[in-house]
């Protein structure tokens, strides 16, 4: 293939969902052996753009042009035929299916009439196996955590042989290591004259791949340029219309009285004598690598995993918490990391998204929900939170995936809880929506509610939380003040292995 050929041109490109001009008049180019990074505010239109490029939504106006050809209504098989492959934001995969079932969905292999499941498990395990990817092909998906899900997602883009290769998010959900692996990866392809689409919120990791980059903004085209003569602050101005002063706005608070306390939890092997105590007017910020069990933590407290031992305090006093429901009626809630599964109902509404978990404070005493009482609900956390849509009937599931986290965190908005524990909270989400979570954070902490996060953005938990959690292979192994720790001190606490062994795989993640 010829490098730094124009191979994707689309012109004019115009797409409206109901409601919602998603993309208006947007042009956009991709050449042969470059990395262009896609780049705009959640909502922006960057993944409707790339879904007309792969034929998973047709166009209302405008020409696609893929190696010189020019492509009416492109459908998914064309564009697979020619060489497009999408790695979706959203994983997109059947979870009770095997890895190589995921793989060659819709292109299996077959000897006769019959399916070759033993030469799919080969190329499967292949392709993994290139990208230094330890899974076997044989295991079924939906046990898999979510990194390894969003690997397997890449291996099958990549086993089609993709010229035009575009990646939604791919790294919103992986350890560093997972991340060097996807770069070195996306850096061969590169040199084999594959054009790479990259569309990211991570802005900080562009500077490791990226050519150009092309910016969005509210549906509309705002520019392209080589990513070598433009500042991060450009980018961001150019994103979101306006400088953006303080990514961090942190508020000082006067610590209060002790909110919450876990004592002694143990939960299956990732969480082990988990001890700590959450106070009004604080921020705690969970740090660790990814599988620390700060999750687990957070799930066991929620009551969605079972306890082994250990006990729980709120303003002093036990309380027992066997499901979610129990958590959320003594006032402690979870925003989960993963909202596909476990934070939305991708098929209901805004609307009932956020009245569902809060119908004790919507119904009365017949049980009738009361619609006043329902409106003010969801206009309050859409409002509060700024979620971008045309009104709260839309379905959960076609807002940007941005606006679908602000959904999660927005229906515990509503409620008068003690405890709100946030699982990456702002994964996925753009930097203006990203200082609407911490602001909305930092309002819960004035209130005097005790907040609590996981993230494993090191520059969040030391910009937004007061006090800093350290856990390791399942234990807590340190607490820092934020105002005085560096990332070098966190990290040397989330690397400290019990064992020599575990070590030495320590730090080949970190
Ligand atoms: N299937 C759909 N039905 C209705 N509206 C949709 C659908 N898909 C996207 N939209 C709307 O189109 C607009 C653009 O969404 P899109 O998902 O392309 O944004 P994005 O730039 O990818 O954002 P993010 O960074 O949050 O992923 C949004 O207002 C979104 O709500
Ligand atoms: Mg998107």
Redesign the pocket.
């Known amino acids: 293939m010829r490098m730094n050929e124009v191979i994707v041109s689309m012109q004019g490109i115009s797409k409206s ?2 409601g ?1 001009k ?1 993309l208006d008049n947007v042009r956009f180019e991709l050449r042969s052996g470059e990395v262009m990074a896609l780049l ?10 790339m879904k007309i490029l792969s034929g998973v939504y047709t166009r209302d106006a405008g020409t696609i042009e893929i190696f010189g050809k020019s492509y009416g209504d492109l459908t998914p098989k064309q564009a697979q035929a020619v060489g497009v492959a999408i790695i979706h ?1 959203e994983l997109n995969m059947c979870r009770h299916l095997t890895v190589a079932e995921n793989m060659f969905l819709g292109r299996e292999i077959y000897k006769g009439f019959m399916l070759d499941n033993a030469a799919m498990e080969r190329e499967a395990a292949r392709v993994l196996g290139e990208l230094k990817i330890d899974i076997s092909p044989r295991q079924v998906v939906g046990d898999l955590p979510v990194s390894k899900q969003q690997m397997v997602e890449i291996a099958k883009a990549l086993s089609t042989n993709a010229r035009v290769l575009i990646m ?2 791919p790294t919103s959900a992986l350890t560093s290591k997972e991340i060097d692996d996807l770069f070195r990866i996306i850096r061969q392809l590169r040199a084999n004259g594959c054009g790479i689409v990259y ?1 990211s ?1 991570r802005l900080e990791e562009l500077a490791h791949i990226v050519d150009r980059v092309t910016i ?1 903004r509210d ?1 509309q085209y705002i520019t392209s340029m080589n990513f070598q003569d433009v500042t991060l602050d450009e980018i961001i101005a150019h994103m979101v219309g306006r400088e953006i002063k303080e990514k961090f706005p942190r508020v000082e608070c006067e610590k209060g009285k002790k909110v919450f306390e876990v004592k002694h939890l143990n939960a299956g092997r990732m969480v082990r004598d988990v001890s700590f105590e959450l106070y009004e007017g604080e921020i705690v910020g969970f740090a660790g690598l990814m599988g620390a069990g700060r999750t687990e933590t957070t799930r066991a407290i929620f009551g969605v995993d079972p306890k082994e031992s250990g006990e729980i305090l709120l303003d002093g006093k036990p309380v027992s918490i066997c499901s979610p429901q129990d958590a959320i009626q003594a006032g402690i809630v979870l925003a989960p990391e993963d909202r596909k599964k476990d934070g939305l109902c991708t098929k209901l509404s805004i609307r009932h998204n956020i009245a569902l978990p809060n119908l004790d404070l919507l119904c009365n005493r017949l049980g009738v929900v009361s619609t006043t009482k329902e409106d003010a609900m969801c206009d309050q956390a859409v409002d509060n939170l700024k979620i ?2 045309p009104n709260v009937d ?2 959960a599931g ?6 679908q986290q602000k959904v999660v965190v927005g229906k515990w908005l509503a409620r008068n809880s003690r405890v709100v524990m946030f699982d990456e909270p702002t994964r ?1 989400i ?1 930097v203006a929506a990203k200082v609407e979570i911490y602001n909305l954070m930092n309002q819960l902490k004035q209130q005097g509610i005790a907040v609590m996060f996981v993230s494993s953005e090191m520059p969040e938990v030391m910009g937004i939380a007061d006090r800093i959690i350290v856990m390791c292979d399942g234990r807590i192994t340190g607490e820092l003040s934020a105002r005085e720790t560096t990332q070098n001190e966190i990290l040397t606490y989330a690397t400290r292995f019990e064992n020599k062994f575990a070590q030495d795989e320590g730090s080949a993640k970190a």
């Open positions: 969902f109901p919602v998603a705009g505010e959640n909502g922006a239109g960057k993944s409707t753009l934001q939604d998010e569309i919120h969005m549906g971008k849509t839309v379905d076609n807002l940007s995936g941005g606006n996925g753009d």
